[in-house]
């Protein structure tokens, strides 16, 4: 369990963190998808992703009980094995 603090009478900044990868083709909305998401805008032209990008939220369950969401933004054009 991971606790961050900001301070001893504010409690942690959040209680869990969780990376979360998106992938898919390319040009489907990805980007697209995670900005609006985390920023609640909509781009009506976006540039290609070109490597990662990183995104985050803070999300409240319940009172006085956050989750930092890391969200990671792929390209679209790696190759799995």
């Known amino acids: 369990m991971e606790f961050n603090f900001i301070?001893?009478?504010y409690g942690p900044l959040f209680h869990y963190q969780f990376r979360i990868i998106l992938i898919g083709d390319s040009t489907v909305g990805k980007s697209s998808l995670l900005k609006?998401?985390?920023?609640g805008k909509i781009a009506e032209i976006s540039d290609p992703t070109v490597g990662?990008?990183?995104y985050a939220r803070m999300i409240e369950l319940r009172p006085n009980f956050r989750v930092k969401l890391q969200l990671w933004d792929t390209a679209g054009q790696e190759k799995f094995r």
């Open 7 to 9: 301070g001893d009478d």
């Open 36 to 39: 609006y998401f985390t920023e």
């Open 52 to 54: 990662v990008d990183f």
